[in-house]
């Protein structure tokens, strides 16, 4: 079987940003692309992207208020960030080719206090299988701005996967588990790790038992590295890890802001 890796690189200061297919790129007031290297960037704009953790046939569009942010994002994708002019936001995920219009309640919706300069990532999650009356939910995390720890790689787990209520992850190097108890639905912070190479395992909670083991790949000093763990498929329990990998580089004044996103996605075993 193979799983997607999606890897994200952004870095300041380089207009670097892959197209994805389908991806709406329509100015408007409230979401609208910003040139990587202008000031608007820093100052009257957030940077959000969207990451569709959903195992579905069916893109999605989200919306910033009245505004079509991204569009036609299938399962797996990572969207480059675009800019978000207001501070207080209601994100809405609709079907895609909706349009604004549209007075159908939308898929998920959630309104978000943003601040200027600062970057943040809404990932779809899917409905909790347990409740037969739950919709996929919008969770926005909040990205660091700034470099970290220069000698470490950092690192973060999203539980996506429906019929997985819980998970604990081991990485190499460390005996125990890294991350505790990441529960359905939310995502377990950011930790430092040391520089390394390797396989990283998700395993059951509590439990010798591994659901995944995540690709093996170089987690790198000075980069930031969030990975998302969802299903194969709408009615599978098979597992798969969407990986995103930031640069975020120290700034020299002001705050550090992506330049853009460069997507490539890799494919490798899963267990």
């Known amino acids: 079987m193979k799983d997607m890796t999606t890897r994200v690189t952004a870095l300041a200061g380089l207009a670097i940003v892959a197209v994805l297919a389908g991806c709406d790129n329509k100015k ?5 692309d910003l040139p990587a290297s202008d000031s608007s960037v820093h100052q009257g704009s957030s940077m959000v992207r969207l990451v569709n953790a959903v195992p579905s046939t069916e893109a999605v569009d989200l919306y910033a208020d009245d505004a079509d942010a991204f569009t036609g994002v299938a399962f797996k994708s990572v969207t480059p960030f675009k800019g978000i002019r207001d501070n207080m936001v209601t994100f809405r995920l609709r079907p895609t080719g909706s349009s604004v219009s549209d007075t159908t309640e939308p898929i ?5 206090m943003m601040s200027d300069g600062d970057r943040y990532t ?3 999650l899917p409905g909790d299988p347990a409740d037969s009356g739950s919709h996929p939910k919008l969770r926005v995390l909040e990205e660091p701005t700034d470099a970290g720890d220069a000698t470490k790689a950092r690192i973060r787990f999203v539980n996506a996967a429906r019929g997985l209520k819980s998970f ?3 990485v190499p190097g460390n005996s125990d588990a890294f991350f505790d108890d990441v529960d359905f639905g939310t995502e377990a912070g950011y930790k430092d790790m040391a520089a390394t190479s390797g396989v990283i395992q998700v395993r059951a909670d509590n ?3 591994v659901l995944l083991k995540v690709p093996e790949r170089s987690f790198d000093a000075g980069k930031t590295y969030t990975i998302i763990i969802t299903n194969k498929s709408a009615t599978g329990r098979q597992l798969e890890a969407i990986t995103i990998e930031d640069e975020v580089p120290a700034a020299t004044t002001g705050a550090t802001v992506p330049a853009g996103a460069s997507v490539n996605p890799d494919s490798a075993k899963s267990y």
């Open 168 to 170: 604990d992850v081991f």
């Open 207 to 209: 439990a010798p038992t």
């Open 122 to 124: 809404v990932v779809v």
């Open 108 to 112: 998920a919706e959630n309104r978000e």
């Open 28 to 32: 408007n007031d409230t979401a609208a």
